[in-house]
T-cell receptor
Framework: DQQVKQNSPSLSVQEGRISILNCDYT??????FLWYKKYPAEGPTFLIS?????DKNEDGRFTVFLNKSAKHLSLHIVPSQPGDSAVYFC????????????FGKGTKLTVNP | DAGITQSPRYKITETGRQVTLMCHQT?????MFWYRQDLGHGLRLIYY???????DKGEVPDGYVVSRSKTENFPLTLESATRSQTSVYFC?????????????FGAGTRLSVL
């Protein structure tokens, strides 16, 4: 049973436009959410996170929105840049739950110049 | 080098052989993790460790063994490699809640089992 779902395997956007990556979860015990970015032949790198006590967190061009009632979060990238082309993973954890992260399958973002 | 390093970066082995993937971190993070990444599955947790000499199974532990005699090292051993273990393996470390639960990943080891 997949607890963290990224239903779009890929997304293509034009440079300068907004990229919206979506993530759904089923486990209501999740209370901390992270987005990771992964380039080919590299390890995932942390991008941005959000605690369940918030509904929005912003860091430069990246904003994560959390809708707890819908068990849905999204990552907005504005404006998108070609260097943002990567695979984005959504991950979730339970505070005090041995620090384990549960990852989605990832969404490959392509930003076209 | 500071950070988290994995070795080797690439490995080809044969079915039935024993293979050990190495992971070393210089931050003295308490937590360490092993994941495998496969097409259509994302990142799946194999084993994790909360401290030296404390390890526990993740989502897909079968066929793997880990040890953690020192805080900085967390080797992953495939005791008898199978073709289904062909994958990209990532090691990660974390301070836990002290760092907001953020895990820091190595560059990965691409393993092919023939």
């Amino acid at each position: 049973d997949q607890q963290v779902k990224q239903n779009s395997p890929s997304l293509s956007v034009q440079e300068g436009r907004i990229s919206i990556l979506n993530c759904d979860y089923t486990n209501s015990m999740f209370d901390y959410f992270l987005w990771y970015k992964k380039y080919p032949a590299e390890g995932p790198t942390f991008l941005i996170s959000i605690s369940s006590i918030k509904d929005k967190n912003e860091d430069g061009r990246f904003t994560v929105f959390l809708n707890k009632s819908a068990k849905h979060l999204s990552l907005h990238i504005v404006p998108s840049q070609p260097g943002d082309s990567a695979v984005y993973f959504c991950a979730a954890s339970v505070e005090g739950g041995s620090e384990k992260l549960v990852f989605g399958k990832g969404t490959k973002l392509t930003v076209n110049p | 080098d500071a950070g988290i390093t994995q070795s080797p970066r690439y490995k080809i082995t044969e079915t039935g052989r024993q293979v050990t993937l190495m992971c070393h971190q210089t931050w003295s993070h308490s937590y360490m993790f092993w994941y495998r990444q496969d097409l259509g599955h994302g990142l799946r947790l194999i084993y994790y460790s909360a401290a030296a000499d404390i390890t526990d199974k993740g989502e897909v532990p079968d066929g793997y063994v880990v040890s953690r005699s020192k805080t900085e090292n967390f080797p992953l051993t495939l005791e008898s490699a199978t073709r289904s273990q062909t994958s990209v393996y990532f090691c990660a470390s974390s301070e836990g809640l002290a760092s907001g639960g953020i895990q820091y990943f190595g560059a990965g080891t691409r393993l092919s089992v023939l």
